[in-house]
């Protein structure tokens, strides 16, 4: 083992010896701070629901302390018991082995099933890139990690994979992906811009995003329907003096109780200035169990230069 001073292996050891499970990582479990650290914590989280995590960017004798102590030159780093398991790749091999569920003591579960999608069009997109792959590349390869992100590509059938088929196409699903894939709809779109487009009924609900322009068209359709949709005004009281977007309901104290009594369905829109505040705002609804809820992008800034210039910049 290379040279490493001795104050600094003594705070690598009281780390280790800390915890049975411990990640050398960039960022935390948190916040991930790169894709290889985002994969290891993805596979831990589901089989552990306590770990540590160290932040090899917050503390840079740490960073280039356990690459020595473990002859290990990458980050991340993952080890069990005081010792060395290995990197990203090695964690992925074990995990879709279940050498890493032993590891850890964890029962693992047989893989399920997946039953996925591709639409006719989709499947027209993806036919012509799988013929440009060589033979033992043709599998479509399906990811979703823990974030809901998915990936697409063509590759090799790996070890532990589940497999599947549509439209022709044969598919694959890393163990890892398997629980949070099966449903999943790919098809393909052309606009706004052409591209696949996923729907994954397993991702919970998130704040979604949806443009001035498409806002202006679903404020008209609801108005010519009779059906007012509530679009909501974060912004002060002398920003909505200001300019304001007609229809929009400026949020108080009595909005937000009159906001809390509705049906956790009841479609929700927020709009500020840029889109900071009404994002925060957006998510905090849904935190409150709402399920379908809309942050204006651009804020009545972007209504104002691509919808409505008679509304005041400031």
């Known amino acids: 083992m290379s040279q490493l001073a001795p ?3 003594s705070r690598i050891e009281t780390i ?3 915890d049975r499970v411990v990640l050398f990582m960039k960022g935390n479990r948190q916040q991930p701070r790169c894709g290889f650290s985002a994969t290891v914590v993805g596979m831990l989280d589901e089989l552990l629901p306590t770990y540590a995590t160290v932040d090899v960017l917050a503390d840079a004798d740490i960073r280039e302390g356990i690459k020595t102590y473990g002859d290990w030159p990458t980050i991340p780093q993952l080890y069990v018991d005081g010792e060395l398991v290995g990197g990203c790749d090695i964690a992925k091999d074990l995990y879709a082995s279940g050498e890493l569920h032993t590891l850890l003591g964890v029962t693992r579960e047989a893989p399920r099933p997946v ?4 639409t006719a069009a989709a499947a027209a997109v993806l036919r012509d890139a799988r013929d440009n792959e060589e033979p033992g590349q043709r599998f479509l390869r399906i990811g979703v990690n823990g974030r809901f992100q998915h990936s697409l590509s063509f590759g090799p059938e790996l070890v532990g994979d589940v497999g599947t088929e549509s439209e ?3 598919i694959r699903v890393d163990a890892q992906s398997a629980k949070r894939a099966s449903g999943v709809v790919i098809d393909w779109v052309t606009a706004p811009q ?3 487009r ?9 704040v979604r995003q949806v443009g001035v322009v498409e806002m202006k068209a679903r404020l008209d359709a609801a108005a010519a329907a009779a059906s007012p949709l509530r679009l909501y005004d974060v912004r002060t009281m002398d920003e909505w003096q200001r300019a304001r977007i007609a229809g929009a309901i400026l949020v108080n104290d009595g909005v937000r ?3 809390a009594g509705l049906p956790r369905e009841t479609p ?3 709009h500020c200035h840029h889109g900071g505040r009404s994002q925060a705002a957006a998510e905090l609804w849904l935190k409150q169990g709402f399920t379908t809820v809309y942050n204006v992008e651009g804020g009545i800034d972007a209504w104002s230069q691509q919808v409505d210039q008679r509304v005041a910049r400031y």
């Open 168 to 170: 022709g196409i044969a």
């Open 268 to 270: 929700l829109y927020f």
């Open 194 to 196: 052409a591209g696949f």
């Open 115 to 118: 039953s996925i999608t591709i």
């Open 257 to 259: 109780d009159e906001i």
């Open 16 to 18: 280790l010896k800390a």
């Open 7 to 9: 104050e600094l292996r």
């Open 198 to 206: 996923i729907d994954n009924p397993n991702e919970p609900p998130r």
